[in-house]
């Protein structure tokens, strides 16, 4: 199975981190972490809701590792093939590097560059990453988008709110590529099945 290690601009997407998250409980991929990206995810998380409990902060990071497994990314130097023009982002390669992951998953590609002949991974922004799931997989892409769809089903009974509109969401969160994929998964669905039985992990 590939290994995708995610930065952290990804994982503060709730919709993104959500949809990574169904994908690797669907065997699409093994995803890898670190503890520099997790410490990152709270100092954002906090910096960004200073009113969250601990529970919202601290309570997300374990779920996120809980669902992510043990497969987290040790040991590795601040070395590497590519050409870093952050210097903040060089654990990024380096954890890429030790860990020999197949794709980096970032939206800030400026930040490195690998090298194309001696670096073991491909960066790859969310949008593109996603793209190449729903190409090579598309029916574990669908699995996932459902398992999705189901969980807010449940709560739009419970609460009486309206189900999201994902495709605007996925633009929204920086994937119109993948926002196009999502429609014609959604179109395919039996809306009204879904309700009545919504779909789970």
Not at 20 to 30: D, G, K, P, R, T
Not at 55 to 79: C, D, E, H, P
Not at 102 to 121: E, F, Q
Request: proline share 5%; aromatic share 8%; glycine share 4%.
């Amino acid at each position: 199975m590939q290994r995708v290690l995610f930065d952290t601009n990804i994982l503060m997407s709730r919709l993104l981190r959500d949809t990574m998250v169904h994908l690797s409980m669907c065997n699409a991929f093994q995803p890898m972490w670190t503890e520099d990206i997790m410490a990152e995810l709270v100092y954002r998380l906090r910096r960004d809701h200073p009113d969250w409990n601990e529970q919202q902060i601290g309570g997300l990071r374990r779920k996120l590792i809980g669902a992510f497994g043990t497969a987290a990314i040790t040991g590795y130097s601040i070395a590497g093939h590519a050409e870093i023009r952050d210097p903040n982002d060089a654990h990024l390669d380096a954890a890429a590097e030790h860990g020999e992951v197949d794709y980096l998953v970032s939206d800030d590609k400026r930040a490195l560059r690998p090298d194309p002949h001696r670096s073991c991974y491909e960066l790859y922004s969310a949008d593109d990453f996603l793209v190449l799931c729903d190409d090579s997989m598309p029916e574990r892409v669908s699995k996932a988008l459902l398992n999705n769809l189901g969980f807010h089903v449940k709560q739009a009974k419970e609460t009486g709110k309206e189900l999201p509109h994902f495709p605007e969401r996925y633009e929204a969160a920086g994937a119109p590529k993948f926002a196009e994929r999502v429609r014609k998964h959604l179109q395919s669905f039996n809306m009204t099945e879904v309700w009545k039985n919504p779909p789970s992990i």
